[in-house]
């Protein structure tokens, strides 16, 4: 699935600049990052928006755990 913005939710360069590259086979896909995802889904505020918010910032707990 693939959200489309008509209006940036967030500073578009800032996320930029702190994307995540996914590579593909021969390309490349650029993804926002968790803290930039997260602050999106709050903007958004959708009813899934909720437990998305809730399985990305455990990912981020369990990143930081593993970064200690």
């Known amino acids: 699935m693939l959200d489309v ?3 940036n939710p967030i ?3 800032s996320a930029y600049s702190k994307r995540k590259n996914l590579p593909v086979e021969d390309f ?3 993804l926002a990052g968790v803290v930039d ?3 999106m889904k709050r903007i958004a505020g959708r009813e899934q ?3 998305d918010i809730a399985a990305l910032t ?3 707990q369990l ?3 593993g970064s200690s």
């Open 28 to 30: 490349t896909i650029s």
């Open 63 to 65: 990143d930081e755990e």
């Open 11 to 13: 500073d578009f360069q």
């Open 49 to 51: 928006d909720s437990a």
């Open 58 to 60: 455990r990912l981020l």
């Open 5 to 7: 913005f008509l209006e």
């Open 37 to 39: 995802l997260i602050t």
